[in-house]
């Protein structure tokens, strides 16, 4: 079982930067791949980013790219993402999750492990 627990949300306002963090509690990575979803009141949860852990592939939403970077620490088992130039729109939840593979995949039904969810508001 992969435990995952997210960090770094908050309230920041237009135009600003967060990261978080995704702290996984297994030995190793390899072979996972770790991805992040948000979810907005009253809308699907939806994905973000995610990354091949083993080759470092990363693979950015459309809504997100040019703005979100997705990245790993392999010493510490985390995975990060870098948000700038927020907007409101991007207030939601945002979820760690992961799955065991090769491939980056964007349905929620892909992964298998989920983190408690963080809080990111963004105010105009």
């Known amino acids: 079982q992969v435990h995952l627990v997210e960090s770094g949300g908050g309230l920041v306002q237009a135009g600003g930067s967060l990261r978080l963090s995704c702290a996984a509690s297994?030995?190793?990575?390899?072979?996972?791949?770790m991805a992040w979803f948000r979810q907005a009141p009253g809308k699907e949860r939806e994905f973000v980013a995610g990354?091949?852990?083993?080759?470092?592939?990363?693979y950015v939403a459309d809504s997100v790219k040019g703005r979100f970077t997705v990245s790993r620490d392999n010493a510490e088992n985390i995975a990060a993402l870098q948000m700038n130039s927020l907007k409101p729109e991007d207030t939601a939840v945002y979820y760690c999750?992961?799955?065991?593979?090769?491939?980056?995949?964007?349905?929620?039904?892909?992964?298998?492990?989920w983190g408690q969810g963080t809080q990111v508001t963004v105010s105009s």
């Open positions: 990354i091949n852990w083993n080759r470092g592939q990363t």
């Open positions: 999750a992961a799955r065991w593979g090769d491939s980056i995949v964007t349905p929620t039904t892909g992964y298998g492990h």
């Open positions: 297994v030995r190793t990575l390899s072979n996972y791949i």
